[in-house]
């Protein structure tokens, strides 16, 4: 079974532009979340979407926005990049029933802003 | 607030030198307490998840336990190829997102 997959697996970028990032979930897992991991804060959840609807947000600014298509697949985009949004972009998919499941996550996106 | 402490930030062993790493939480409720493998330039690769207090589980070398105000990852006789960043996370009875902590570096030198 595939795992997680997001592209591109880099980035670079200059201040002022905006960038969207992709993620393919597990097959048969409907939820995606994003996270944002840099050295100083860890990780830090963004978003997750189950069923194309936005579920769940974090505390970060209206710059970062996301959506979910209809075959699970998701992206995230950032307008107006700051240096502060270097980071590691990961996805995690998980099948998201009932109950709460595992989340898979994916190699990330090193994003880079000059 | 949801907090997560893990400690050490870094940690050093020898071949062989088992020792354990700990994930301290406050959580209004929790649902459940993952731990997570990550390798330089790669995703989180999943671990364990533990539910309540008491329980305990096992992969290989690994042992994750839960008390109702942290948890511990054991280590037994590590390798080198245990060398990586130990994440925990914790998920509320009210959310779907994870809490990360900070991680622990682990390095197992030969």
């Known amino acids: 079974k595939a795992g997680v997959t997001q592209t591109p697996r880099y980035l670079i970028k200059t201040r002022g532009q905006q960038v969207t990032l992709s993620c393919s979930p597990i097959?048969?897992?409907?939820?995606v979340s994003w996270y944002q991991q840099t050295p100083g804060q860890g990780l830090q959840f963004l978003f997750e979407?189950?069923?194309?609807?936005?579920?769940n947000k974090g505390n970060f600014p209206g710059r970062f926005s996301g959506r979910q298509f209809s075959n699970s697949r998701s992206e995230m985009n950032v307008s107006t990049l700051e240096l502060g949004d270097s980071a590691l972009y990961l996805c995690?998919?998980?099948?998201?029933?009932?109950?709460?499941?595992?989340?898979?996550f994916g190699p990330g996106t090193r994003l880079t802003v000059l | 607030e949801d907090q997560v402490t893990q400690s050490p930030e870094a940690l050093r062993l020898q071949e062989g030198e088992s020792s354990s790493l700990n994930c301290s939480y406050t959580?209004?409720?929790?649902?459940?307490l993952f731990w997570y493998r990550q390798d330089p330039g790669k995703g989180p690769e999943f671990l364990f998840t533990?539910?309540?207090a008491g329980e305990e589980k096992e992969k290989e070398r690994l042992k994750a336990t839960l008390t109702k105000k942290e948890s511990f990852l054991h280590i037994t006789a590590p390798k080198p190829e245990d060398s990586a960043t130990y994440l925990c996370?914790?998920?509320?009875?009210?959310?779907?997102?994870?809490?990360f902590g900070e991680g622990t570096q682990l390095t197992v030198n030969p």
């Open positions: 995690a998919s998980s099948i998201q029933g009932s109950s709460y499941s595992e989340q898979f």
């Open positions: 097959s048969g897992h409907r939820s």
């Open positions: 979407y189950f069923s194309e609807t936005q579920r």
């Open positions: 959580v209004s409720g929790l649902r459940g």
């Open positions: 533990l539910y309540s």
């Open positions: 996370a914790v998920l509320q009875t009210s959310g779907s997102r994870l809490t």
